[in-house]
C-alpha cells in the first residue's frame, strides 16, 4: 500500500491518463478477486456458481478493450452516473458476446 501511495503522489501526471470507454458491472458487494476462475470472494469463501461467469466474461473484454475497461460495482445510487461516463456498460447477469 505505502508503494501505491508514493507512486501516484510521485507521479499525478500518469493519473487519469487513459479514459475507459466501457464498464463490466458486477453484482452489488460482489468481490470476486479475478485471479482465476475458482478465486475466492472477499479472500474469504470459495468461488460459487457465479464466479465462473464472471471470469468467463471478462476475460474477453480485457482482451477486446484492455486499459479502457473498468470493471464497477452496481449500486442504484450511481446508475445514471455510470450510464453517462461510459459508451457501453456491460452487466453480471447478461450474456457477453
Not at 468461488?47 to 468467463?56: C, M
Not at 478493450?65 to 461516463?85: K, Q
Amino acid at each position: 500500500m505505502q508503494k501505491f501511495w508514493n507512486y501516484i503522489h510521485n507521479n499525478p501526471g500518469n493519473q487519469g491518463a487513459i479514459k475507459a470507454e466501457v464498464a463490466y458491472v458486477l453484482h452489488a458487494d460482489y468481490g470476486f478477486g479475478f485471479c482465476c476462475a475458482t478465486d475466492s470472494i472477499w479472500g474469504l469463501w470459495d468461488a460459487d456458481a457465479l464466479s465462473g461467469n464472471v471470469w468467463s466474461d471478462v476475460n474477453p473484454l480485457i482482451a477486446e478493450y484492455g486499459s479502457r475497461l473498468d470493471i464497477v460495482y452496481d449500486d442504484a445510487e450511481f446508475t445514471g452516473a455510470l450510464e453517462s461516463h461510459y459508451d457501453r456498460l456491460f452487466f453480471w447477469n447478461e450474456t457477453i458476446t
